[in-house]
Structure formats: C-alpha cells, structure tokens
C-alpha cells in the first residue's frame, strides 16, 4: 500500500495551525476540489484526501494521536469511516449548497445521512446552505428573491420507491424490512448485542429487483431548483432564514432536510450601516458651521430638509429621529446619524480671500498673506 501524504501538508498548513486556519485552508481546497464543482478525473481523489486530513486535524484527540504516532500507525489505529466519524462538514458545506452526506457518498459508496443506531429508513434529508446578497434599500423595504439550489429530489417517476412504474419493491427477506440486523456475540451473561446496516437491501428494508431508469433504484435524483425567498424587513448582515423541508431528499420515507439561507448586504456607496441607524458624512462650509444653516440630505426615501443648529462642530454627529432602518420584527425604526465634516474650500476668489483675513482680523488669529508668490497652485 502506498504511504500517504503528510496531511498538514496536504492541506498546506504548517503543523502549529490553529484549528481556524486548517478550517480556512480545508474551506479553499474543498471549493476547489468538490466533484460537483470539479468534474476532473483526479478531483475527486484529491477531494477525499483533503478530507480526509481536514477530518483527523480539526479533531483534538486524532490531532495528538496523528502527531504521536506518525501516518503509518495512526492508519492502523482508525478506520476510514472512524477518521470521518464526528467531522464538521456540515457547517463548511452549508455555503456552496452541498449536504455533509455527499461527503459520505463520496467516500463509502452510498450510505447518505446514515448514522449508527438511527433507523436508516427514517433518516432526515441532508440541510443545505446558500449565500444571498441583497442591497440597502432591499434591507429597508423587505424583498422577495427568486434563487437556484441544486439538490437531491424524490424522483418524480417512481415517487421515492426506486422501482420501475408497475412494480413496487418487496420486503427484504434478511432483516424483514427493518433495514438493520442484530448481531449478538459472546454466551451465558457476557453478550453484547450489535446493531448494523442490513448488506442485503443497504438499509432500505425493501429489495428493488426492478430499478427505476430515471434514478436507477436510489429513489432519489439530482435537480436544481427555483425557490422564492422571502427577506423581511430590517434583517442583519449574516441573519440566516431557516425554509423548512426545502433542503435534500431523504432516502427511503425520512423527512427532508432545511435549506439555510445567509443573508449578507452589499455595501451603500451614500450610507454606511450601525444596526438599525444608517450613518452619512454632512459636508458644510465654514459659514453654515458657524452660522447655522438649512440643508437637503438623502435618505432611503428621498431627501429631506436638516437644520444645523450654530456653532456644530467639525466631527459632531447629528441625529434624525426615526429615518434610518427598520428594526427586525416590526420594533420601529433606527436613526438617520449625519456625521458633520468642514469642508475647506482650495481656491477662493480675490474677494473671498480678502474676506476670510478681515474675519481672522476680528477674531485675533494669525493667516498668510494674501499675496501670491512666484508659483501658482
């Protein structure tokens, strides 16, 4: 057998990596390597193998194991199906629109969200995960988003049973449609009951002698579809909407899974977001600072008329009750903050320069003459 790679260097990540950052590394890999990304003949090899390193180094028991025992021992120590046993993939593959049990599918030919002791006829569909932008003024007045999930269905032609139209599948002789065997060891007092996948019918608890052409028996096929999303009103950065039953198929009659969606919000090239306050940079001039002054200044719903009250200063932060965003849920609204910055002017008329150092006069401060020198700017 062949030795493997170094996973640390699989994954290039040097071996004092904190967990963030295999997670990070493991992240770009996988993204790279997916095979329902990359359709290469090497990809999905190289997929497994990143996995597999990813699954041993984010655990802190194999972690210390791998790093003591070396890669030939620890292979004999752990199983594959142990070395993946526990892993948070979950989480990763929630953003490229991927379930945890293609992982599995992947890695141990079929199998999908089977775990020991469950009831594989009953397994929940794997959650999903996808990534929505959406702008501002989507933020402030709610929207609705159509997008594309790809993921496993119940095959419309067989409904799920994976037998050919006319036929239905029969009750497996060997677990009699449990989908599990027992398995007793030992004799008298000491036996120990074990509890696994029936190898005749893979845990369907049926036999299929007549597969089903549109999905080949599995009851399940892969299609992408169009689901409307609804984006209330007010929602954060990063708030994820939780659509219930529109994840995967599960096999046999389990319910289906989630599909998660994250919402992330484009930046505002006017307004600049603190909850529900939206922030927005006044420039006045020198005169409306001192003076005071009326001016125009846009909102999400169009532009309303500020007072600057006399004497504001450079960097004061005044605040338009109830002009800034929707809070989540219906609570009111946030705040319009108007951020005051002097604007300086860098060219002023003959006159306007003779004005600005009568007023310096008035008020005891030093300026530079009026007079221009040899170079102009």
């Given at each position: ?16 990596a904190?967990?963030d950052?295999?997670?990070d590394a493991y992240?770009k ?24 390193a ?6 802190d ?17 752990y ?20 379930g945890v ?7 141990f ?8 002791g ?8 794997n959650?999903?995960g ?7 003024d ?23 049973s ?20 027992r398995v007793v ?7 120990v009951?074990q ?16 597969p ?13 579809r ?8 007010g ?10 039953g ?34 927005y940079?006044?420039?006045i ?13 846009p909102t ?18 005044l605040?338009?009750?109830?002009k ?10 946030g ?6 910055r ?23 401060q030093?300026?530079k ?7 102009r700017?």
């Amino acid at each position: 057998m062949a030795s493997k790679r170094d996973y640390y260097e699989v994954l290039g990540v040097s071996k004092d990596a904190n967990k963030d950052l295999i997670k990070d590394a493991y992240r770009k890999l996988a993204m790279q390597y997916h095979p329902d990304r990359n359709k290469s003949a090497e990809a999905e090899e190289k997929f497994k193998e990143i996995s597999e390193a990813y699954a041993v180094l984010s655990d802190d028991e194999k972690r210390r194991q791998y790093d003591t025992l070396g890669s030939a021992d620890f292979s004999q120590q752990y199983s594959q199906e142990d070395i993946f046993r526990g892993a948070d993939f979950d989480s990763i593959f929630r953003d490229f629109g991927f379930g945890v049990g293609d992982i599995f599918e992947t890695f141990f030919g079929g199998g999908r969200g089977y775990r020991q002791g469950a009831d594989p006829r009953m397994v929940q569909g794997n959650n999903l995960g996808y990534s929505l932008e959406i702008s501002l003024d989507e933020v402030f007045r709610g929207t609705e988003k159509e997008i594309e999930v790809p993921r496993i269905e119940r095959c419309d032609t067989c409904h799920g049973s994976g037998a050919a139209p006319g036929t239905s599948p029969t009750t497996c002789p060997r677990c009699g449609g449990s989908g599990q065997v027992r398995v007793v060891q030992g004799s008298g007092f000491f036996r120990v009951v074990q509890v696994g996948l029936c190898s005749e019918c893979k845990g369907r608890g049926t036999i299929i002698e007549s597969p089903c052409k549109e999905c080949r028996g599995t009851g399940v096929v892969r299609r992408t579809r169009k689901i409307t999303v609804k984006v209330p009103a007010g929602i954060e950065d990063g708030y994820q909407l939780r659509l219930r039953g529109e994840g995967e198929a599960a096999p046999n009659a389990g319910q289906s899974g989630d599909l998660f969606v994250e919402v992330h919000v484009t930046p505002n090239s006017i307004f600049e977001r603190d909850g529900a306050n939206i922030i927005y940079t006044l420039e006045i001039g020198y005169p409306q600072a001192v003076l005071g002054a009326e001016v125009l200044v846009p909102t999400l719903e169009g532009e309303i008329s500020v007072t600057v009250p006399p004497g504001t200063q450079p960097g004061q932060v005044l605040r338009v009750k109830g002009k800034g965003l929707p809070r989540l849920g219906g609570l009111g609204r946030g705040n319009l903050l108007l951020n005051v910055r002097l604007s300086v002017p860098s060219k002023l008329t003959f006159k306007q320069r003779t004005l600005m150092e009568e007023l310096a006069k008035e008020f005891g401060q030093s300026v530079k003459s009026g007079k221009q020198g040899f170079f102009r700017f």
